[in-house]
């Protein structure tokens, strides 16, 4: 304020000496024409000085000016130019100072509007993801929640387009939809999951606004996005356990009206199994048979604990002696007997269930094995970080191909012979039961990392998970 000021009383201070000046010029030697043309000039001053009356006082100060040179040189001054011209002059002073004061006026409105916009924008780039794009797509902007939620800096994200983020969940019909309904100048409002820099993903509730030309035809394209990853989570979480609950209606089913007829069907043929020598022909084929019925009677097992999960039981054990037990056990399999498998990083306590991690690794370990078809390197890597501690199992098999990543964790999905695609639901079922979490990485070497990350002092938190499970 007080340089604004200082400003003025500049402006001020010299429009004043350039007016006395001219009226002192003017009344020693009428300038004719020019006179008017100074006057203009001083009060176009009127631009540059925020002192509002301005434009009007310097007005009435030339007008005044104009009347006293005519008066003094009321007999020098041909009758033209005092009764036509000095009018004319008084006349153009006025519509000088009209046109700086509408002039100030549309300047004020458009500081106003200007001040407005940047509010606008400053409040909509704090509450949502804006980004701007051209015709083809290419974007111009992104603001500063636009970076932090894809994790791409703004160098990176400016002139490329929008597959930088797609993460391949939604299909080609989705996509072309979306172009076709923006270039025909309409609104489009979906729902999108997009991937980050560092591979995560997260779900945006999207509108995309055209900007139209004056033959409306889009110029530039403005996408407004809320991040709702939270929200889908919460979503998939109450469409899990609506599956959960009907699975366990059929499980409870299945337990009693399958497991138990297969029980006595077992039965039945290992006492027929019995009776035979160990020539006759048909024993491999009643050998199979049981076989079929125990790997049956297995996925019922998976199925119920899949299920109906008991509560964890926590106890404090060591987690490398836990791990020896679990290739101990995967040597007893075929599939696991010629893996080679490495612990590496220090020995860590742990407050969770033993029966539960520990099937939880075989199953991880079992799953590597089959993965490089029972012949190849595990790696088991153990990591303390912070209050957390994670397993990391590494194998170097083929690796998990993309477009299946993201289903392995589904329930019945499986790309294996053996097996009802139940192991690592199960497996991650178990993780977050004890607050933990399970993922899935492949690396470009090759191979996959299955990573359990678990709280170390969990006693508490499991024993609260308990009671709600109760």
Same mark, same amino acid.
């Given at each position: ?119 606008? @924008?400053? #409040?909509? %780039?704090?509450? $949502?993801?804006? /980004?701007?794009?051209?015709?083809? *797509?290419?974007?111009?902007? !992104? ?88 929200? @889908?989570? #919460?979503? %998939?979480?109450? $469409?899990?356990? /609506?599956?959960?609950?009907?699975? *366990?209606?059929?499980?409870? !089913? ?92 220090? %020995? ?123």
């Amino acid at each position: 304020m007080p340089i604004k000021r200082s400003r003025n009383s500049l402006i001020h201070a010299g429009a004043l000496v350039a007016t006395i000046g001219i009226f002192i010029v003017d009344l020693q030697q009428p300038l004719a024409y020019t006179v008017g043309i100074l006057y203009v000039l001083v009060i176009l001053v009127g631009l540059w000085t925020t002192w509002r009356p301005y434009p009007i006082v310097a007005a009435v100060v030339a007008t005044t000016l104009l009347i006293i040179d005519a008066i003094v040189g009321w007999g020098a001054e041909a009758p033209s130019f005092v009764f036509v011209n000095r009018p004319l002059m008084v006349l153009v002073s006025t519509a000088a100072a009209t046109l700086v004061m509408h002039s100030r006026r549309l300047e004020r409105k458009w500081s106003a509007n200007m001040q407005q916009l940047a509010d606008i @924008k400053r #409040a909509l %780039d704090h509450a $949502a993801i804006v /980004a701007t794009t051209d015709v083809t *797509g290419r974007i111009t902007y !992104v603001n500063d929640k636009f970076c932090e939620i894809s994790k791409y800096s703004r160098e990176e994200l400016l002139g490329q387009d929008h597959r930088i983020i797609n993460s391949g969940f939604h299909s080609k019909a989705f996509m072309r939809e979306l172009w076709h309904t923006i270039a025909r100048g309409h609104v489009w409002h979906a729902e999108i999951r997009n991937r980050a820099k560092d591979g995560g993903l997260y779900w945006v509730d999207t509108t995309i606004v055209p900007f139209l030309d004056s033959r409306g035809k889009p110029y530039q394209y403005i996408a407004i996005r809320a991040d709702i990853t939270a929200r @889908k989570a #919460a979503e %998939d979480r109450l $469409a899990q356990q /609506a599956a959960l609950a009907r699975l *366990g209606q059929m499980a409870a !089913v299945v337990a009693h009206e399958v497991r138990n007829p297969l029980a006595g069907i077992k039965g039945a043929i290992q006492v027929l199994m019995s009776r035979r020598s160990g020539a006759d022909a048909e024993l491999p084929v009643m050998r199979d048979v049981v076989a079929r019925i125990d790997s049956l009677g297995e996925l019922i097992n998976d199925l119920m604990l899949f299920a109906r999960p008991r509560p964890p039981r926590p106890n404090t054990f060591h987690i490398r002696p836990l791990l020896l037990e679990a290739i101990s056990l995967l040597r007893r399999d075929p599939v696991g007997e010629s893996v080679e498998v490495t612990i590496e990083g220090p %020995d860590l306590a742990l407050t969770a269930d033993t029966e539960m991690i520990r099937a939880t690794v075989l199953n991880l370990l079992l799953n590597a094995a089959q993965a490089m078809n029972g012949r190849g390197n595990v790696t088991i890597k153990l990591a303390q970080h912070d209050w957390e501690c994670s397993i990391e199992i590494r194998d170097s098999g083929p690796g998990v191909p993309e477009d299946l990543r993201d289903r392995v964790f589904e329930p019945f999905f499986t790309t294996k012979a053996r097996g009802g695609g139940l192991g690592l639901p199960i497996a991650r079922r178990t993780a977050e039961l004890h607050g933990g979490t399970l993922t899935l990485s492949s690396p470009e070497t090759g191979g996959s990392v299955f990573t359990l990350t678990l709280p170390i002092h969990a006693l508490a938190h499991l024993e609260e998970r308990t009671a709600i499970s109760v």
